[in-house]
Antibody, heavy 114, light 109 residues
Framework: EVQLVESGGGLVQPGGSLRLSCAASGSPISSYWLIWVRQAPGKGLEWVANIKEDGSERNYMDSVKGRFTISRDNARNSVYLEMNNLRPDDTAMYYC???????WGQGTLVTVSS | QAVVTQEPSLTVSPGGTVTLTCGSTTGAVTSGHYTYWFQQKPGQTPTALIYNTYNKHSWTPARFSGSLFGDKAALTLSGAQPEDEADYYCLVLYGGAWMFGGGTKLTVL
């Protein structure tokens, strides 16, 4: 059974950067699309980005295009989300998920505030 | 930009049947949108119930089913249980990118 564990969240000032990581254990992730989803406090779910099994295709929600970059390292069984020029409305719990959303991490909290 | 629409709230009686819908401002939701349905209870991570419009995960209770209903995707709960009270979200594919609906708060009362 795969387990996903996110890390890298924290408090950052507007305009700052963070790099989120999601490490998988128990099963290789190389055969799956990987996804980042976020949820602002008290709000609904937002799909953020995804990346194909071999990294050849990446897709982003409109509001993060040009600021966020999703990447993966199949050898390290990990997926990443590089977030630049962060804004207060990026404040959320960030979750990684696998393939058909059959596995989720517990999330890492990103707070953008001065 | 497309907006995915869901009922903000619905109420169902224990043992009753309710249908949640998922629409799109760009037109009909079809099987080509590969709709997902998720359940989220307070303080928990979401759980995927339905993928590709109709398909259930191994853990999805049999009382949940996915379908197309007119020009929308639908999640039907037949025989509601108290533990089904939760927020429900649909997720729709537009080209390579996905978009969640705003969610439906389902009350079992």
């Amino acid at each position: 059974e795969v387990q996903l564990v996110e890390s890298g969240g924290g408090l950052v000032q507007p305009g700052g950067s963070l790099r989120l990581s999601c490490a998988a254990s128990g099963s290789p992730i190389s055969s799956y699309w990987l996804i980042w989803v976020r949820q602002a406090p008290g709000k609904g779910l937002e799909w953020v980005a995804n990346i194909k099994e071999d990294g050849s295709e990446r897709n982003y929600m409109d509001s993060v295009k040009g600021r966020f970059t999703i990447s993966r390292d199949n050898a390290r069984n990990s997926v990443y989300l590089e977030m630049n020029n962060l804004r207060p409305d990026d404040t959320a719990m960030y979750y990684c998920a696998r393939g058909r959303f059959d596995a989720w991490g517990q999330g890492t909290l990103v707070t953008v505030s001065s | 930009q497309a907006v995915v629409t869901q009922e903000p709230s619905l109420t169902v009686s224990p043992g009753g049947t309710v249908t949640l819908t998922c629409g799109s401002t760009t037109g009909a939701v079809t099987s080509g949108h590969y709709t997902y349905w998720f359940q989220q209870k307070p303080g928990q991570t979401p759980t995927a119930l339905i993928y590709n419009t109709y398909n259930k995960h191994s853990w999805t209770p049999a009382r949940f089913s996915g379908s197309l209903f007119g020009d929308k995707a639908a999640l039907t709960l037949s025989g509601a249980q108290p533990e089904d009270e939760a927020d429900y979200y649909c997720l729709v594919l537009y080209g390579g990118a996905w978009m969640f609906g705003g969610g439906t708060k389902l009350t079992v009362l």
